[in-house]
Nanobody, 116 residues
Framework: VQLQASGGGSVQAGGSLSLSCAAS????????VGWYRQAPGKQRALVAG???????NYADSVKGRFTISRDNAKNRVELQMNSLKPKDTAVYYC???????????WGQGTLVTVSS
């Protein structure tokens, strides 16, 4: 399984960005997928995830601002990030696995930088 992330970049506080992750392989439709992030000096932490049954899980810090969605036909998961804050600055990693806290595969990181 390979995960290819795209999107990210730099934006001012209050702006929006969208991340996308495309997966190869047949496990996408039966797995949880989503995004973790890692800020400098901090541990990697779950941002948002979505199960095959479309149950979502968001970090408290992004609830109401970020929206995760998946398209099983296209093996793709997207993260729409609105009202971005400087504290959202991090490298974002897409993941796929049996559940939100169980990662089988990582995508390459994509940097999101939010300036004040």
């Amino acid at each position: 399984v390979q995960l290819q992330a795209s999107g990210g970049g730099s934006v001012q506080a209050g702006g929006s960005l969208s991340l996308s992750c495309a997966a190869s392989g047949r496990i996408f439709s039966v797995s949880a997928v989503g995004w973790y992030r890692q800020a400098p000096g901090k541990q990697r932490a779950l941002v948002a995830g979505i199960t095959r049954g479309l149950v979502t899980n968001y970090a408290d810090s992004v609830k109401g601002r970020f929206t995760i969605s998946r398209d099983n036909a296209k093996n793709r998961v997207e993260l729409q990030m609105n009202s971005l804050k400087p504290k959202d600055t991090a490298v974002y990693y897409c993941f796929i696995g049996p559940g939100f806290g169980q990662v089988s595969y990582w995508g390459q990181g994509t940097l999101v930088t939010v300036s004040s």
